[in-house]
């Protein structure tokens, strides 16, 4: 008996003991940056929500959240924005400078991802050079310029030809975006030759690969660019100042400007109202697009 007692306790002895890990720092502090990064775009954007759904006096008086939810606002915001003008304008102005875009701009980063002709990389280069240049600073250069194509245009076609207070001001020079042109290059590139190869083996040329293969490759990436050309488009604001002297043709942040200037007054629960209808279209874009969004930026490398 003795000597089983002697060889369990050895046992039990020399069983291995298990080692606590340590801490890992590295990862928490990670993960507390990126807690307080999400809380601080987060937060703002709840307290504009709140606010929005509380009567005049909670706001003065500086509450969190609304004794009562007062839906009311956003109707009260719609009608005396006159949302309903703006936000179909700006449907309309998004929707002509996406299309646009995507037609000028998937064919010129196909040609610099896919094809070979003399110059090509110094044309890249020098179009890569214009993101240095400050949107600001082309702001007269690009006034100036449609002022005088639409008075060429309208001496050939008349009222119909004009330019400004009219679409083609508002969506004619953003249909070629730089930024655009790159991002897609980047992802067209990474592309495998080897469906080159077989298209051509097929009969394909350039226009039916990039129809038939690349486009419907490049689903994330396009739609990477689409959400970024819906958002300079829908929140534009100092060029339609420029060149629309109407309401027939101006976008909603426009009518969002003007609500807070001078219909709104101090109701600064009618003001985030207004804002939150007017980033909705946004949210609603982002939440379909997700998925597509963080792929294509995810995915989209430097090659070539």
Sequence with gaps: MADLTTQSQQYTDDKPVAIRKPFAWGKFTIYAILIVGSLLAVLPFLWMVSWSLMTNVEVTVGRVFPNTVMWANYETAWNKANFSLFMWNSARITAITISGLLLFCIPAAYAFARMRFWGRNVLFGIMLATLMIPDIVTLIPNFLTVVWISRLSESVFGPLGAWLNNWPALTVPFMASAFTIFLLRQFFSQIPDELWDAARIDGAGHLLFLLRIIVPLSKPAIMTVVT?????????????????????????????????????????????????????????????????????????????
């Design 228 to 304: 970024f050309a819906f958002i300079g488009s829908w929140n534009s604001l100092l060029w339609p100042l420029l060149v629309i002297q109407t309401d027939q043709w101006r976008p909603v942040a426009f009518g969002l400007t003007k609500f807070v200037q001078a219909d709104a007054g101090d109701e600064f629960q009618l003001q985030m109202a207004a804002s939150v209808i007017m980033i909705l279209p946004i949210l609603a874009l982002y939440f379909v697009a997700q998925k597509q969004f963080t792929e294509g930026i995810a995915t989209t490398g430097s090659k070539g």
